[in-house]
């Protein structure tokens, strides 16, 4: 867990922004005595979901990273992450019409994009809203190695979320880059601990249910409640052949206008950008 600083209510709207959903279902949150509040809870401890967790910090929000990460063979997500009743049911709503999840054999490419390109070029010109492409979207990142599923709808001006800039002129070991980058933020998942359950108010996931060795612990998630899809898998090195004519790569987080779902990506700019 990494604390960072006093929480900021513009800064917590903003990441909604980023991210905004519909177990434990609790009639009003102030009636919940909470054993613990953060920003953001973040599940398991693979490269998209310390990727996201980077990013969160970077914003100084409040992460609660679990170490546990569930069952990776399973082919709902509910199944991979161990979670039945109210909690099952919901990850099963938003996830009905993608098909099954990738596995660990999933190709380990990063999506690439380049600045001063759409990073929807599928989208007519003036158009952000696709009931079509939303699906195809969520059916990739559910396929990814690397994505995610974040209980808040991004907003309308969705963009890539900037995880760090990483050297384009030497081989990149991009797993251990996140690892390195993490635990130079003293960003550490708090041990022994996996997401137990979803807590609903409202109609949407206002916290988490978190499994302890001493127990459960109810989790009032500010700004949302992030899972990994994939399995767990490392991305791969990154080399400058890789990426000809790049002078700049960041590692991103991908979101979509009005989608749910994020995965892992590299933006690249070239020399004369």
Request: glycine share 14%; charged share 20%.
């Amino acid at each position: 867990m990494c604390r960072t600083g006093a929480r900021s209510g513009s800064r917590i709207s903003g990441w909604r922004d980023r991210f905004q959903v519909p177990g434990v279902i609790v009639p009003e949150i102030d009636e919940v005595e909470w054993d613990d509040e953060v920003d953001i809870v973040c599940v398991g401890t693979g490269s998209a979901a310390l990727a996201l967790a980077i990013a969160a910090d970077a914003d100084g929000l409040d992460v609660l990273l679990t170490d546990g990460r569930g069952a990776s063979g399973a082919e709902m997500l509910a199944g991979r992450l161990g979670l039945t009743d109210d909690s099952a049911e919901y990850l099963d709503s938003v996830t009905e019409d993608t098909g099954p999840l990738g596995h660990a054999g999933a190709p380990a490419e990063l999506t690439v994009c380049r600045t001063g390109e759409p990073l929807w070029p599928a989208l007519a010109a003036g158009v952000s809203f696709s009931g079509a492409a939303l699906r195809d979207w969520a059916a990739d990142c559910l396929a990814s190695p690397y994505g995610l599923l974040c209980s808040a709808v991004a907003g309308a001006d969705a963009e890539a979320v900037r995880v760090g800039t990483i050297d384009a002129c030497v081989p990149v070991d991009i797993g251990r880059w996140l690892l390195d980058q993490s635990r130079d933020l003293g960003i550490t998942a708090r041990e022994q601990t996996s997401l137990g359950g979803l807590v609903f108010a409202y109609g949407q996931v206002v916290g988490a249910v978190v499994d302890t060795p001493d127990g459960q612990s109810l989790v009032r998630a500010v700004g949302g409640v992030v899972v990994p899809t994939g399995a767990g898998a490392r991305p791969p090195h990154l080399t400058p052949g890789g990426l000809e004519g790049a002078a700049t790569v960041d590692l991103v987080v991908l979101t979509r206008p009005f989608s749910r779902f994020a995965r892992l990506g590299l933006l690249v700019s070239g020399r004369d950008d």
